[in-house]
């Protein structure tokens, strides 16, 4: 599981509390959506954004 945000700060706590919760195999993508977007990997947004 990634756990993904903005810039990466928030994903960060949110992936220890599922990793307390006992979820395995959890990551988080470094630098965030800004990072992926800055490297030129591509986003969609999914039809129900901004509901």
Same mark, same amino acid.
């Not at 990634?2 to 509390?17: D, E, I, K, L, N």
């Not at 195999?25 to 986003?43: C, N, R, S, Y």
């Given at each position: 599981?990634?756990?993904?945000?903005?810039? #990466? /700060?928030? +994903? !960060? *706590? +949110?992936?220890?509390?599922?990793?307390?919760? &006992? $979820?395995?195999?959890? !990551?988080?993508?470094? #630098?965030?959506?800004? /990072?992926?977007?800055? +490297?030129? $990997? *591509?986003?969609? @947004?999914? @039809?129900? +954004? &901004?509901?």
């Amino acid at each position: 599981m990634v756990v993904v945000c903005h810039s #990466g /700060a928030r +994903a !960060a *706590p +949110a992936a220890a509390t599922l990793q307390d919760m &006992g $979820f395995g195999g959890v !990551a988080v993508l470094d #630098g965030g959506l800004t /990072a992926w977007q800055d +490297a030129g $990997f *591509p986003v969609t @947004e999914h @039809e129900y +954004a &901004g509901i």
